[in-house]
């Protein structure tokens, strides 16, 4: 199993996930003004960018040569484990957040 391949896949994932709960956090803060539902949208959307910003800097270290590969493939593992984990815990949020 390539794990930089699959953690770039859950990573697209939480993207996804966060964009459902970002406009779920925005149709809520119309109806409701206040700071925490403000901030909810904030936390969502620095969320956005941190899994973007993964998916461009690892496949921009994937691609950099095979000196750096190994030490790619040695964290890969790891990264798709947080990534795997993230994805529970947002389509949990994801959920929770539509009823």
């Known amino acids: 199993m390539d794990f930089m391949l ?10 996804g996930l966060l964009g459902g ?4 956090y925005v149709q809520n ?13 904030v936390v969502a959307s620095l969320f956005v960018v ?15 040569g095979p000196s750096i ?6 964290a890969a593992p790891y990264l798709f484990s947080i990534n795997v984990a993230q994805s529970a815990a947002l389509a949990v949020l994801l959920w929770i957040t539509r009823r």
């Not at 803060?29 to 949208?41: C, D, E, P, Q």
């Not at 590969?69 to 040695?74: G, L, P, Q, R, V």
């Open 50 to 64: 941190q899994n973007i910003v993964i998916v461009i800097f690892w496949s921009t270290l994937y691609m950099a």
């Open 6 to 15: 699959a953690a770039a896949v859950a990573a697209l994932l939480n993207i």
């Open 69 to 74: 590969k190994n030490i790619i493939d040695a």
């Open 21 to 24: 709960i970002v406009a779920t």
């Open 29 to 41: 803060m119309r109806l409701i003004r206040s700071y925490f539902t403000i901030g909810l949208v």
